[in-house]
């Protein structure tokens, strides 16, 4: 079976930890882009890695490369999406995917066209613990689903010029952070939802700082989110059922989480390990490109970009370059 040649464009702290992390018998970290060629290289040197790309048009340019992992700031995934599929290159792209619905439906017109494999690295729907809570529910016993609570909160430094309150690139805590946080709430509930309701602060900048969210679907489940950028918070999903509740702390790449019954009683899920994440997307990639077949998570993310333009529309918060 021939390897699969990965490559990353944009080689910051999420590229350090992928680099760092990359692991599968059937795929070999190839080669690096970065608008700098003496950062390409060291970057390379540093991991083994084969090829180094002082512009990102050179490394799309490489027959070799296989698959392109894009992990520079989210203002820019929609143009190197587009470009790394023109190039017929598959793409595993850091979240958020892109900025709005539209680059989205763009970006998935163009792979379905090109036959390509298109997927955002969004480690919730990867984990193994998640496929395990879902087999929980599928099997009935702990009744209806009733409730979602979220919360992720960061405190970052309230500096203008940093990257999460820029707004020249696309900061706020929505499209950074809220991205995890929606996602766990879609991946549990049964269908997307049709009533959202939400409040909003804004930064200095104008970028959006604390949100609080609720969500509603056909089958009257509910979703409460809470996401701050100047408020540390638990970074904690609360899944609430008939007969029981679901508890899983950090979880954007977590591999443990409690079942309290309605009696009292706990049990402790373990599935997978957090310090393999990158890996499981890595994985499933692999495999759906290897068998042509879309990644269904790409269907959620979907929905969650839509919640997200919803959000945004409902803020008057826009970006100048979308």
């Known amino acids: 079976m ?13 590229a350090t930890s992928f680099a760092a992390t990359f692991a599968a018998d059937d795929a070999q970290l190839y080669a690096v882009g970065s608008r700098s060629i003496e950062k390409a290289e060291q970057f390379a040197t540093t991991f083994g890695i084969e090829k180094a790309y002082g512009s990102y048009d050179e490394l799309l340019n490489d027959p070799a490369i296989d698959v392109v992992y894009i992990a520079t700031p989210h203002s820019h995934h929609a143009d190197l999406i587009m470009k790394s599929l023109e190039h017929g290159k598959h793409v595993l792209c850091e979240k958020a995917i892109v900025m709005n619905t539209k680059q989205l439906d763009a ?28 087999k929980r529910m599928a099997d009935g016993s702990l009744g209806k689903l009733n409730m979602i609570q979220v919360s992720f909160g960061s405190l970052k ?42 409040t909003v602060n804004f930064f200095e900048t104008g970028v959006d700082e604390q949100a609080g969210i609720i969500l509603k679907n056909a089958e009257n489940e509910l979703a409460t989110i809470a996401i701050a950028f100047r408020a540390k918070m638990p970074k904690q999903g609360i899944v609430a059922f008939e007969h029981g509740y679901l508890t899983v702390p950090d979880f954007p790449r977590a591999d443990e989480a409690t079942l309290t019954y309605s009696d009292g009683s706990v049990e402790r899920i373990q599935a997978g390990y957090t310090t393999q994440a ?19 998570s790409l269907t959620l993310t979907h929905d969650v970009m839509d919640i997200m333009d919803t959000l945004r529309k409902k803020w008057g918060l826009t970006f100048d370059f979308e």
């Not at 970006?107 to 879902?134: F, G, R, S, V």
């Open 107 to 134: 970006a998935m017109n163009l792979a379905k066209e090109k036959d390509l494999i298109l997927a955002e690295a969004m480690t919730i729907y990867h984990m193994p613990l998640y496929q395990e809570l879902k």
């Open 278 to 296: 990158l890996n499981y997307e890595i994985s499933h990639f692999n495999e759906n490109v290897r068998t042509k077949k879309d990644t269904s």
């Open 2 to 14: 021939k390897k699969l040649y990965w490559s990353i464009l944009g080689l910051g702290s999420i």
């Open 157 to 198: 430094e309230a500096d203008p010029t940093n990257r999460f309150f820029n707004k020249a690139i696309a900061g706020g805590a929505l499209l950074d952070i809220g991205t995890y946080a929606l996602s766990f709430a879609r991946f549990f509930l049964s269908s997307q939802p049709n009533e959202v309701l939400t």
